[in-house]
Structures are given as C-alpha cells and as structure tokens.
C-alpha cells in the first residue's frame, strides 16, 4: 500500500511537471504574478462559505445532536478535508480522522460514523449533479463540434459510471448489512466494537428523506460556492470569464478527480485537468494552471493549522489518558 502511494505520487509529480513546462514556466509564473496574492487571499478567506455549507450538511443528517454541536461538525469537516487533501493516503484516511475529530469534541462514535457513511452517499450525489450541469455546459459550449466529441463521450461514461456507482453504494448501505459491517471493521476500526450500532443508525438516518434531501442540497450548494470562489478571484485578477464557463470546469476538473481517486491529493491529474478543460471555455492554459496552483497553496494556508490543531487535540487526549491510567 505504502509503495503504491509512492508510485502514485511519483508519477503524479512528473505529470504535474510535464503538464507546468508544457504550458511553459515563464507564462506559468506571469499567470502566477497576475493573479498574485490578492487571489490566494481571496480563495482563502473564501473558503469558509463552502466549509461551513459542508459542515452544515453533515450536522443536518445528525438528526439527534442539539444545535450546541453545530460547530463541532464544521471543526470535524475542516480536519477531514484537511486530511483528505495534504496528507498522503486516500480520501479514506480523511473519512477517518474527520470522524475522530467530532468523536474528540464530544459526539458519540455510533453518530460519527454513521453519519460520515451517509453524508459521503449525499455529498456523491450532489457532485452528480454538479458534473451533470458541467456536462451540460461543455456540450453548449462545443456544439456541433466533433473534434472534441470523445471528450464529451468521455465525461458522458464517466458520470454514468459515477451514477451506476453512487447506486450501488447506497443499496449496499440499505441491503448489504453483513457486507457494510464487514467493510466498516476493515476501514473503520474506531467502529468496529459497535458496528451493529453503527449499520442502524445508517438505516434510521435513511428513514428520514427530508434530512437526506436537505444534506444533498447544501453539499450542491457548497460546490457552486466553491466554484463561484475561483471566479471571484479570477475576476479581482482582471481575468474577465463568465461564472457559467468556472462552474463548468469545476464540475468537470471535480469528476476527473474523482475518477481518479487512487492518486494521493490528485497530483497531476488535477493540473492536467485544468490545462486542458480550461482552454475549452475560454481561459488559457497558463492561468487554468495558475488556478490550480493557487488552489494547492489555498490547502495549505487553510488545512495545515487545523492538522495542526487536530493533533494537539490529540496528543492532549493520549496524555490525559495515561495520565489516568497511571493515577488508577
């Protein structure tokens, strides 16, 4: 496993590369400059209206916590991105720590991961549909024209595959118990001495399909915030493109990434994605590419102080646990 996240990585940095003097380094670093710090702060600060609305749709499924941990929900969502985009290993081992971040700030381990396995189920299907506008956008945008139809084939089959996925992890969730508590022993192990408690609160969350619904909407609307953030920041830069055009190379660049899942933090796929989609709608390869460098440094800025905080909760939490051991 370790050595396949290497290699990943490996290739992924050379792909990043290639894609960097493909574009050329000089025009790279002169999209860099224009966009300048003005657009990283933006991102930054930005960042904190998705967050929330992704916070918020996870707390919404917890339909038995007091609106006292609503934050508590937005912290654990934080660590799990965090997580999910600086540290190497898949998105997995975010899903993980984000629900030990919430078991941290008081919420019980059955809660924790039921609702993570549900809020990951809404926040798929609404990337679903996000990618269906983005697909949407791409065929207005190509019209008639054939020589880009494998691409628009290809993000065709790509979110039907997404779909025919999203399906059968929902109907694992709702007929496949001995499976679901086989898989969360595996990959959950915080859960496993309560994973009977874990598969019906799983079931209890799904008899409530107004929370789902809400949950599917807000993590909708968190990504046409974050998409609307990349705008914004292009726009204080002086870069004049329509929102319609970010929106769809969000979507778009968001269902490689998915696809594409086994590549640590999406390293190269990412930058490869934005070069080539974002020259289709109008924004040239050299500022594509300046947007997703600008994104990588806005993970940084944001996920490395909650990492940092995660793990001095932590630490702290070990202590006082050895502490109390060695009193009794």
Avoid at 204 to 211: E, G, L
Wanted: aromatic content about 8%.
């Amino acid at each position: 496993m370790r050595l396949g996240v290497i290699v990943a990585a490996v290739i992924g940095l050379a792909l990043a590369t290639a894609v960097a003097a493909w574009v050329g380094f000089g025009a790279l670093f002169a999209a860099l400059s224009r966009v300048g710090w003005r657009g990283l702060v933006v991102l930054c600060a930005y960042s904190a209206l998705p967050l929330c609305l992704l916070g918020t749709a996870w707390y919404a499924i917890a339909r038995e916590e007091r609106l006292g941990r609503w934050p508590t929900f937005i912290w654990a969502r934080w660590v799990r991105d965090s997580a999910g985009e600086l540290l190497p290993f898949s998105h997995l081992g975010g899903f993980v720590i984000g629900a030990r971040a919430a078991i941290e700030r008081g919420v019980s381990s059955t809660v924790a991961f039921s609702t993570t396995v549900v809020d990951i189920t809404t926040e798929l299907i609404a990337q679903l549909g996000f990618i269906g506008v983005g697909l949407g956008l791409l065929v207005m945008r190509l019209g008639a024209k054939t020589s880009e139809s494998a691409l628009v084939e290809a993000a065709v089959i790509g979110l039907v595959m997404s779909a025919v996925g999203a399906a059968a992890f929902i109907a694992l969730q709702r007929r496949g118990g001995g499976l679901v508590e086989r898989m969360i022993s595996r990959f959950l192990p915080g859960a496993a001495a309560g994973t009977g408690r874990v598969i019906a609160a799983i079931d209890a969350i799904y008899h409530n399909p107004v929370r789902i619904a809400g949950a599917v909407l807000l993590h909708l609307l968190a990504w046409i915030a974050s998409a609307v953030g990349v705008w914004l920041a292009l726009r204080l830069a002086g870069v004049r493109i329509g929102l319609s055009a970010i929106l769809a190379i969000e979507a778009l660049v968001g269902a490689v990434r998915s696809a594409a899942f086994v590549a640590p933090m999406g390293i190269g796929v990412q930058e490869a994605s934005y070069a080539l989609l974002g020259p289709l709608f109008g924004l040239g390869p050299e500022l594509s590419l300046a947007v997703s460098l600008l994104k990588r440094g806005r993970d940084l800025v944001v996920g490395v102080p909650a990492l940092l905080a995660w793990q001095g909760l932590e630490g702290m939490r070990l202590l006082n646990r050895e502490a109390g051991e060695e009193a009794n």
